[in-house]
């Protein structure tokens, strides 16, 4: 497919970070970008075929996961992960020009960046009011706007530089510089991406009865075949008080011996279980495998089990190991 005919949709309007990291996929500078305005309508893009995948975040290094994204993932038609893009994210404090600091009285950003810069407000702007905004680009657009009802914003440095109606009041007001967001790009169901060496597997899992041991019961599918995890959070399924579901992210591809085996115990105790899909990581850091876990290890476990019910199983003759000498 040519990529121009690719439509792509993200968390806008442009020049949020979303944005920058749908620009990580090679494809994405000559595909149709369409902003959307909250996670919900750019899956739902998706789902309904007006764009090929959607750019979402979904796990920030401060903040934790998102809980829009965790939630609309988790339900619904079926989506697919396809791949993750990390982002370093800084923050400016901007507002119209000939607004000081001393002027501001009420602030707009997304929630998760209000949550990354909330010491510096506290420390520079103590008892500002702060009305949530759908992302942090469109709360600086918002004050170029006529009846804006806030008088200042905090988003990224690419927009105020691109509005020239914008003035910068501060520079790299987060509270952690290390700060990093994970993307995920989603599609429709389809092929896998093919194993790297270097993937993550992701999955939501409901807890199918609140009783004793019944998370426990959960992490053991991984435990047991050397399956580590990255990533585990959970999040009211909006049903009933108590019902919850679990979103996980696991080292390792569906096509690893261990990981498909993890899964398969996953569906019998929870058959809703559904998985999200498995793709590269964008750390590229590689999965350590224990030799037990190996795919190898697995295919002579099977053997040996099917050799067993063959009647075929010709156990070696046991050599006891030396004794240690002094």
């Known amino acids: 497919m040519p990529a121009a005919t690719v439509t792509y949709t993200f968390l806008g309007p442009e020049g949020t970070f979303t944005e920058a990291a749908l620009m990580q996929v090679p494809d994405a500078a000559d595909a149709i970008r369409i902003p959307s305005s909250n996670v919900n309508t750019a899956l739902d893009k998706v789902r309904d075929g007006s764009a090929d995948a959607a750019m979402v975040p979904i796990e920030n290094s401060v903040e934790g996961g998102v809980t829009a994204t965790l939630d609309a993932i ?26 000081r600091i001393g002027d501001i009285r009420r602030i707009s950003t997304h929630g998760h960046a209000w949550a990354q810069c909330r010491l510096w407000v506290d420390a520079h702007i103590p008892g500002v009011e702060y009305i949530p905004g759908s992302s942090t680009a469109a709360a600086a657009m918002g004050l170029l706007a006529d009846g804006a009802t806030y008088d200042a914003a905090i988003c990224a440095p690419i927009v105020a530089t ?68 990255s990533r585990i959070e959970s999040r009211p399924t909006g049903q009933y008080l108590g019902h919850y579901f679990f979103s996980i992210d ?42 037990h876990t190996s795919d190898q290890a697995f295919r002579s ?4 089990v099917k050799d067993i019910l063959a009647g075929t199983w010709v156990a070696p003759e046991y050599v006891p190991e030396a004794s240690p000498t002094a």
Do not use: C
């Open 162 to 229: 691109e509005q020239p109606g914008l003035a910068v009041l501060a520079e790299n007001i987060g509270d952690n510089p290390g700060a990093v967001t994970r993307f995920v790009l989603v599609g429709r169901p389809g092929a896998l991406p093919g194993r790297t060496g270097s993937d993550k597997t992701t999955v939501v899992v409901p807890l199918p009865k609140d009783r004793p041991g019944a998370l426990m019961e959960i992490l053991d599918q991984f435990a047991t075949r050397g399956v580590n995890l």
């Open 301 to 304: 476990a099977h053997a040996w």
């Open 250 to 291: 696991a080292d390792g591809h569906v096509a690893d011996a261990r990981v498909a085996d993890a899964l398969a115990g996953l569906h019998r105790i929870s058959p809703a279980t559904r998985f999200l899909g498995s793709y590269g990581r964008a750390d590229g850091h590689r999965t350590n495998v224990a030799p």
């Open 74 to 99: 988790a339900t619904g038609p079926e989506l697919r992960i396809l791949r993750e893009a990390l982002v370093p994210i800084s923050f400016v404090l901007v507002a119209r020009p000939g607004v």
